[in-house]
Every structure is written in structure tokens, then in C-alpha cells.
């Protein structure tokens, strides 16, 4: 995972709703869409990442668990998970914790990932 070797920038701490919709949505393929139900960001057609707590924590849907583990051993205080999502590639990421650089990379990864994988749509036609 690219994470890996970028992950040494911690950068300044912190970074807005806004800046994190904008840091999304200026990816290829990424569009505001809905996943069960909620509004989220996809690429193409996939889940990539939402807001929940009051827009405090961003999901992001990763490549693999070992991907989630490694974030949070880089920062504990940024990456998290709940037993919502044990088993799920996805971490959970603190906006008033993380480091601007390194939630950039995390994004950047996971919608690499994302935009490799086939559309749900494209694979039914």
C-alpha cells in the first residue's frame, strides 16, 4: 500500500468537513451517491467513504484489514475501528486528529483500490 511509504508526513493536525468533501470529490470517478441508505462517496459505483458522529469521523473503505492496522499503528490517535467493522476493510478516521498529509494518502489509496474494482453495475451487464 502506497500508505506505507508516505505515511512518515504527519503534517498539521485536523482537517475540515469541507476540505475532506472537496479532497473526495476532486478524485476520477468519485460522486456523491447514497450506500445503505446513507450519503456517501462511491467510485464507480462503490462505496468509498462517508461521514457519521455529527460529521466528526470519516469511514473510507480500504483494500485490505492489514491496510486499517497498519494506519493505526501509525496513529492511533486518527484510525480507529468499532465491531461494526471487525472484519471489514474500512477504518474509521478522526477530522480533528488526523494529519491533513496523511488522511490525503489514506484517501488516495483506498480510491486507487476503489477505481481498479469493477462497478456493480458493469458486472451485471
Not at 512518515?8 to 478524485?27: E, I
Not at 441508505?37 to 473510507?60: H, K, N, Q, W, Y
Not at 477530522?95 to 496523511?102: F, G, K, N, Q, T
Request: net charge positive; hydrophobic share 45%.
Amino acid at each position: 500500500m502506497g500508505t506505507r511509504a508516505r505515511a512518515r508526513t504527519r503534517g498539521d493536525r485536523g482537517v475540515r468537513v469541507a476540505d475532506v468533501r472537496r479532497m473526495l470529490l476532486r478524485l476520477p470517478g468519485v460522486a456523491q451517491g447514497r450506500s445503505y441508505g446513507l450519503p456517501s462517496f462511491l467510485v464507480s459505483g462503490r462505496f468509498l467513504a462517508r461521514f457519521r458522529d455529527d460529521d466528526t469521523v470519516l469511514v473510507l473503505q480500504l483494500a485490505t484489514i492489514d491496510d486499517r492496522d497498519f494506519l493505526m499503528n501509525v496513529d492511533a490517535n486518527a484510525f480507529f475501528f468499532t465491531d461494526h467493522y471487525r472484519n471489514s476493510p474500512a477504518v474509521l478516521i478522526r477530522l480533528a486528529e488526523v494529519p491533513r498529509d496523511l488522511l490525503a494518502t489514506a484517501v488516495e489509496d483506498a480510491w486507487r483500490h476503489g477505481a481498479a474494482q469493477r462497478s456493480p453495475r458493469a458486472r451485471k451487464a
